[in-house]
């Protein structure tokens, strides 16, 4: 090690006792900072000559008064000569950008309102923006009309137990939770059959808060519940836009006792037996939505937001889909109805699930939505 | 008993012990404004101050005096003129006595008292055909109404609007909720929502301190930009556009009165950053946009769209932002509130920044100390493919002593993918809770997420995370001042955006340590001290580090 910069320091009264109280700041020694006799920064002069190098933050700190092109141009290329020497930065020259964390301070507009693409993610992309269209359209196509089930958490393993074992119904997309605090209920939801009632392969989109995403690990980690059949594959976070927004969790949260502020929501995606991302086109197209979605106009108050319904319907081509919320959402957050789906929930709209007449749905409608050329051409393919 | 003590019977039953706990901590004054509240008897029937007292006396002498127990023991048998003088408290309620007299009550009254939570028999369809009746109970109307959703049509047309006439609500005390003690509900909810006073001054603070970073708003007039493509020349050197003010006074002198798309235009382009499509000979608009945009290699050839950016002329704002920030120390030495802080930041001012270049897996962190308030550390994970670093099995990073580092403060980890799971599991390991989770929502130039190609495994990636781990219970932190989202351009592959160091900045306070692990020379900074392999050489300000790192180098040469 002997490129370093450091200079031995010489042994100045005047370095010394500052040095030596910078240890004090972290405890509460407040007595090694009374007895500061000297002007803070004299040690540093004394200590690091390359303490003002400008290679190192001098290139961070912004200026206000030069903002038109020609400035600022002149200013990351100063930067940019800097950074040579540091081998790193083959980048090209990058434009003035928004500090949107720093405009939330001091406007209170939160940052993800500014992101320029929540109604359309696929603005800018033509061929993107068809290939989701034609998705939409196919699997409207080939979507079963809407149940609903409604069931009190009491009787829910009681109803599914019955669909596996009397009426051999089994599903390849299975939902639980929404976008609610008291979703998540451990002794519920680990109690479910749901190895029993998801076939394989088969996908699982499951809803946590930041706050339950604890209790959503311990189960999905615990080996001795249906949850040892899946792997975490993919984590979903959506994302209100504003605080008013129904979205927005407000239930339950204390800002004294939250590190930052909680605005989003996870839905963690498992899948269950074996599929591969280049083969098996029958059954899952990957890579068409992202693993991010933000609230907009369009989304509706509901109980989960259509946007990740969609995430499913596009990754997996199975008819057959299954979305169980366990407990009341309250009046903010209805449950509603989905083509495609089958809801059990203590409070959705329609209660008209009938298994008998689902199956004869399902058989003339098939179990998986047809491949379709155009998409097939137009969709991100993984190489084989 | 009479009908009021009978209300007032009811309504302790039904809230019990919800009354004797905070916020309504007993107090009778406050149970009173309860029952008044919830109470949907209204006029002569209405129950007054001292009635109410009244029928707590009752109640309390049917009971032999076991029913309440108060603060002071004696409080029942007190006159209060009214509730605002009354400061007792009913510290404990017999519910099971309450419950007795309740019942006695039924039995002895005729007709029997519909008893408050009963659950309703649902009604047979059968009972529904003959009957056609809108029961009075709420509960029972509900199910009334769901039945009927459920239900194929009714045949005969006329029974059928009769009973959805009677269904419909006719105000909102006629709607039925889970509880009907709603209003009471409502306010407790105010309650909870009203921000704490310290947790406002908190956020004052962070306004204070924090400078104003130039900030424009960008044009969302897709036509703006296409007037913009003959008006503006685009810089490749810079990748900034350049206005051409002649030609856009002419176009504004040629413009009549009716029309003012320019005069709009010269407004917006005022205040807004544009980004204004360069159409070069190859360009082919029906493609749409670059995936690289700003950042693509071969922006001559490419036959995608990209975009330059137009900035704003109007500097006003600056000016407000630049007073704030001159004022920025000043406002650091007067803090009249302390809350959260170890000690007056203006007597701490920020170390510059300090960097060790080294292999982070074969240094003694001892040579650290053990007191920075924030870590934060990223590690390139295997699954990563960065060049940057020879990458790191789990198990060698796992193994870096990061549990010495810290007797109390925050850990963050960036993760993606599948390290998500395994940076929990190592942050428990190391000592530490996992108490938050930030999100990076990456964009492109355009402020759009980035969305195309194939950015992950089953689906696109358009975010990363920034695991959030607390040691210890420390007081000093300011919590809930940012969002747990930030939204920032990508970089160079792999650099994390800085807007991460304004966030924890405002969490631990100004003048605090902060370590920055598997750091580049653009992560140093003032305050934080940066290890890494990828480092100019070491730069210490610190004298105890200085002296302890090169004993320990001295003597391993
Ligand atoms: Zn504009
Ligand atoms: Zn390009």
């Given at each position: 090690m002997n490129n370093t910069s450091y200079m031995r320091p010489v042994g100045t009264r005047s370095g010394y006792?500052?040095?030596?109280?910078?240890?004090?700041?972290?405890?509460?020694?407040?007595?090694?900072?009374?007895?500061?006799?000297?002007q803070p920064g004299d040690g540093h002069r004394l200590v690091a000559t390359r303490a003002s190098a400008k290679d190192s933050y001098a290139k961070n700190t912004r200026t206000l008064a030069s903002l038109n092109p020609q400035q600022t141009n002149n200013r990351t290329g100063k930067g940019n000569t800097n950074s040579k020497t540091n081998n790193e930065s083959k980048s090209s020259v990058s434009c003035f950008k928004n500090d949107y964390?720093?405009?939330?301070?001091?406007?209170?507009?939160?940052?993800?309102?500014?992101?320029?693409?929540?109604?359309?993610?696929?603005?800018?992309?033509?061929?993107?923006q068809k290939l989701i269209k034609l998705k939409e359209q196919q699997v409207m196509k080939y979507a079963t009309r809407a149940y609903g089930s409604r069931v009190k958490p009491e009787k829910m393993v009681d109803t599914l137990n019955k669909w596996i074992y009397e009426d051999n119904l089994q599903f390849d997309v299975i939902m639980i939770g929404a976008l609610s605090e008291n979703q998540l209920l451990y002794p519920l939801v680990s109690q479910l059959p749901i190895d029993k009632l998801c076939a394989k392969p088969g996908f699982l989109f499951i809803w946590?808060?930041?706050?339950?995403?604890?209790?959503?690990?311990?189960?999905?980690?615990?080996?001795?519940?249906?949850?040892?059949?899946?792997?975490?594959?993919?984590?979903?976070?959506?994302?209100?836009?504003?605080?008013?927004?129904?979205?927005?969790?407000?239930?339950?949260?204390?800002?004294?006792?939250?590190?930052?502020?909680?605005?989003?929501?996870?839905?963690?995606?498992?899948?269950?037996?074996?599929?591969?991302?280049?083969?098996?086109?029958?059954?899952?197209?990957?890579?068409?939505?992202?693993?991010?979605?933000?609230?907009?106009?369009?989304?509706?108050?509901?109980?989960?937001?259509?946007?990740?319904?969609?995430?499913?319907?596009?990754?997996?081509?199975?008819?057959?889909?299954?979305?169980?919320?366990?407990?009341?959402?309250?009046?903010?957050?209805?449950?509603?109805?989905?083509?495609?789906?089958?809801?059990?929930?203590?409070?959705?709209?329609?209660?008209?699930?009938?298994?008998?007449?689902?199956?004869?749905?399902?058989?003339?409608?098939?179990?998986?939505?047809?491949?379709?050329?155009?998409?097939?051409?137009?969709?991100?393919?993984?190489?084989? | 008993m009479d009908k009021k003590t009978n209300e007032v019977l009811k309504f302790l039953i039904d809230w019990n012990y919800l009354l004797i706990e905070p916020p309504v901590e007993g107090s009778i004054a406050e149970i009173y404004f309860c029952f008044i509240a919830s109470c949907q008897v209204k006029g002569k029937d209405k129950v007054s101050w001292l009635q109410f007292v009244k029928c707590l006396q009752k109640l309390n002498e049917i009971c032999i005096h076991n029913a309440f127990t108060c603060l002071p023991a004696n409080a029942l048998s007190l006159t209060y003129e009214d509730p605002f003088k009354c400061f007792s408290k009913i510290t404990h309620m017999d519910r099971l006595a309450l419950n007795l007299i309740y019942k006695q009550v039924k039995l002895s009254s005729n007709p029997p008292i519909e008893p408050p939570k009963t659950p309703p028999l649902p009604?047979?369809?059968?009972?529904?055909?003959?009957?056609?009746?809108?029961?009075?109970?709420?509960?029972?109307?509900?199910?009334?109404?769901?039945?009927?959703?459920?239900?194929?049509?009714?045949?005969?047309?006329?029974?059928?609007?009769?009973?959805?006439?009677?269904?419909?609500?006719?105000?909102?005390?006629?709607?039925?909720?889970?509880?009907?003690?709603?209003?009471?509900?409502?306010?407790?909810?105010?309650?909870?929502?009203?921000?704490?006073?310290?947790?406002?001054?908190?956020?004052?603070?962070?306004?204070?301190?924090?400078?104003?970073k130039p900030f424009f708003d960008c044009c969302d007039d897709s036509r703006h930009a296409q007037l913009l493509i003959p008006l503006t020349s685009f810089d490749r050197t810079t990748n900034y556009c350049k206005l051409n003010s002649t030609r856009l006074n002419d176009r504004l002198k040629l413009e009549t009165g009716s029309s003012d798309t320019y005069t709009e235009l010269a407004r917006c382009v005022n205040q807004k950053i544009h980004f204004i499509p360069i159409i070069q000979s190859q360009t082919d608009i029906k493609l749409g946009d670059c995936s690289y945009l700003d950042t693509c290699h071969k922006m001559s050839s490419c036959r995608y769209v990209h975009y330059g950016q137009l900035m704003p002329q109007d500097d006003s704002a600056s000016k407000k932002a630049a007073q704030h920030n001159k004022n920025i120390s000043k406002s650091m030495q007067i803090s009249d509130f302390t809350r959260g802080e170890a000690i007056s930041p203006a007597t701490r001012p920020e170390l510059p920044a300090q960097w060790i270049n080294c292999d982070v897996t074969k240094l003694d962190f001892s040579i650290l100390g053990d007191d920075f308030a924030l870590i934060i550390a990223d590690p390139s994970w295997t699954i990563h493919m960065n060049l940057n670093y020879s990458s790191l099995t789990?198990?060698?990073?796992?193994?870096?002593?990061?549990?010495?580092?810290?007797?109390?403060?925050?850990?963050?980890?960036?993760?993606?993918?599948?390290?998500?799971?395994?940076?929990?599991?190592?942050?428990?390991?190391?000592?530490?809770?996992?108490?938050?989770?930030?999100t990076w929502v990456k964009t492109n130039q355009l402020v759009r997420t980035i969305s195309t190609g194939r950015t992950g495994h089953w689906l696109n990636h358009s975010k990363e995370h920034l695991l959030v781990g607390l040691k210890g219970n420390p007081k000093w932190i300011n919590k809930c001042i940012d969002p747990q989202i930030l939204i920032s351009s990508t970089r160079e592959t792999s650099r994390k955006p800085d807007e991460v160091y304004g966030m924890v900045e405002?969490?631990?306070?100004?003048?605090?340590?902060?370590?920055?692990?598997?750091?580049?020379?653009?992560?140093?900074?003032p305050g934080w001290l940066t290890i890494g392999n990828q480092l100019n050489g070491t730069h210490l300000v610190e004298k105890e580090i200085a002296e302890r790192y090169y004993s320990a180098s001295a003597t391993e040469a």
């Amino acid at each position: 090690m002997n490129n370093t910069s450091y200079m031995r320091p010489v042994g100045t009264r005047s370095g010394y006792p500052y040095l030596s109280s910078l240890q004090g700041w972290q405890g509460s020694d407040y007595s090694a900072q009374k007895s500061l006799a000297h002007q803070p920064g004299d040690g540093h002069r004394l200590v690091a000559t390359r303490a003002s190098a400008k290679d190192s933050y001098a290139k961070n700190t912004r200026t206000l008064a030069s903002l038109n092109p020609q400035q600022t141009n002149n200013r990351t290329g100063k930067g940019n000569t800097n950074s040579k020497t540091n081998n790193e930065s083959k980048s090209s020259v990058s434009c003035f950008k928004n500090d949107y964390s720093n405009h939330y301070i001091h406007s209170g507009v939160l940052p993800v309102k500014y992101v320029r693409n929540a109604v359309q993610p696929v603005e800018g992309y033509p061929k993107l923006q068809k290939l989701i269209k034609l998705k939409e359209q196919q699997v409207m196509k080939y979507a079963t009309r809407a149940y609903g089930s409604r069931v009190k958490p009491e009787k829910m393993v009681d109803t599914l137990n019955k669909w596996i074992y009397e009426d051999n119904l089994q599903f390849d997309v299975i939902m639980i939770g929404a976008l609610s605090e008291n979703q998540l209920l451990y002794p519920l939801v680990s109690q479910l059959p749901i190895d029993k009632l998801c076939a394989k392969p088969g996908f699982l989109f499951i809803w946590a808060s930041t706050q339950k995403i604890s209790e959503l690990s311990k189960l999905l980690s615990n080996t001795s519940t249906w949850t040892k059949k899946f792997r975490r594959s993919e984590e979903l976070v959506f994302v209100p836009v504003d605080k008013n927004s129904p979205f927005y969790p407000t239930d339950s949260l204390i800002p004294e006792e939250q590190l930052l502020e909680q605005m989003q929501w996870h839905c963690w995606m498992c899948i269950t037996g074996t599929v591969r991302r280049s083969s098996d086109k029958n059954l899952i197209h990957c890579n068409i939505n992202t693993d991010l979605s933000i609230e907009n106009a369009s989304t509706k108050n509901s109980a989960v937001p259509a946007q990740i319904y969609q995430v499913a319907e596009n990754f997996s081509t199975s008819t057959k889909r299954l979305h169980i919320v366990p407990s009341k959402t309250g009046l903010d957050h209805p449950v509603r109805l989905r083509p495609g789906w089958v809801i059990l929930s203590p409070d959705v709209m329609l209660d008209n699930f009938d298994p008998l007449k689902y199956k004869t749905e399902i058989a003339s409608l098939g179990s998986n939505v047809p491949l379709d050329d155009e998409i097939e051409q137009l969709r991100p393919k993984t190489p084989v | 008993m009479d009908k009021k003590t009978n209300e007032v019977l009811k309504f302790l039953i039904d809230w019990n012990y919800l009354l004797i706990e905070p916020p309504v901590e007993g107090s009778i004054a406050e149970i009173y404004f309860c029952f008044i509240a919830s109470c949907q008897v209204k006029g002569k029937d209405k129950v007054s101050w001292l009635q109410f007292v009244k029928c707590l006396q009752k109640l309390n002498e049917i009971c032999i005096h076991n029913a309440f127990t108060c603060l002071p023991a004696n409080a029942l048998s007190l006159t209060y003129e009214d509730p605002f003088k009354c400061f007792s408290k009913i510290t404990h309620m017999d519910r099971l006595a309450l419950n007795l007299i309740y019942k006695q009550v039924k039995l002895s009254s005729n007709p029997p008292i519909e008893p408050p939570k009963t659950p309703p028999l649902p009604l047979s369809r059968l009972r529904l055909a003959a009957q056609r009746e809108v029961p009075k109970d709420k509960e029972e109307r509900l199910d009334l109404l769901m039945e009927l959703v459920d239900r194929p049509p009714v045949k005969s047309k006329r029974a059928a609007s009769d009973l959805y006439a009677g269904l419909s609500p006719l105000d909102i005390e006629d709607v039925y909720t889970t509880t009907s003690r709603s209003k009471r509900l409502d306010q407790l909810t105010l309650l909870l929502s009203v921000p704490a006073g310290s947790h406002i001054l908190a956020k004052e603070r962070a306004k204070l301190r924090t400078p104003i970073k130039p900030f424009f708003d960008c044009c969302d007039d897709s036509r703006h930009a296409q007037l913009l493509i003959p008006l503006t020349s685009f810089d490749r050197t810079t990748n900034y556009c350049k206005l051409n003010s002649t030609r856009l006074n002419d176009r504004l002198k040629l413009e009549t009165g009716s029309s003012d798309t320019y005069t709009e235009l010269a407004r917006c382009v005022n205040q807004k950053i544009h980004f204004i499509p360069i159409i070069q000979s190859q360009t082919d608009i029906k493609l749409g946009d670059c995936s690289y945009l700003d950042t693509c290699h071969k922006m001559s050839s490419c036959r995608y769209v990209h975009y330059g950016q137009l900035m704003p002329q109007d500097d006003s704002a600056s000016k407000k932002a630049a007073q704030h920030n001159k004022n920025i120390s000043k406002s650091m030495q007067i803090s009249d509130f302390t809350r959260g802080e170890a000690i007056s930041p203006a007597t701490r001012p920020e170390l510059p920044a300090q960097w060790i270049n080294c292999d982070v897996t074969k240094l003694d962190f001892s040579i650290l100390g053990d007191d920075f308030a924030l870590i934060i550390a990223d590690p390139s994970w295997t699954i990563h493919m960065n060049l940057n670093y020879s990458s790191l099995t789990d198990s060698d990073l796992l193994q870096i002593r990061m549990d010495k580092l810290q007797k109390e403060g925050l850990f963050l980890l960036w993760v993606t993918g599948r390290t998500i799971e395994t940076g929990r599991d190592f942050l428990k390991k190391w000592g530490y809770q996992v108490v938050n989770q930030i999100t990076w929502v990456k964009t492109n130039q355009l402020v759009r997420t980035i969305s195309t190609g194939r950015t992950g495994h089953w689906l696109n990636h358009s975010k990363e995370h920034l695991l959030v781990g607390l040691k210890g219970n420390p007081k000093w932190i300011n919590k809930c001042i940012d969002p747990q989202i930030l939204i920032s351009s990508t970089r160079e592959t792999s650099r994390k955006p800085d807007e991460v160091y304004g966030m924890v900045e405002r969490m631990v306070g100004p003048g605090t340590r902060k370590l920055e692990i598997f750091g580049r020379q653009h992560n140093t900074r003032p305050g934080w001290l940066t290890i890494g392999n990828q480092l100019n050489g070491t730069h210490l300000v610190e004298k105890e580090i200085a002296e302890r790192y090169y004993s320990a180098s001295a003597t391993e040469a």
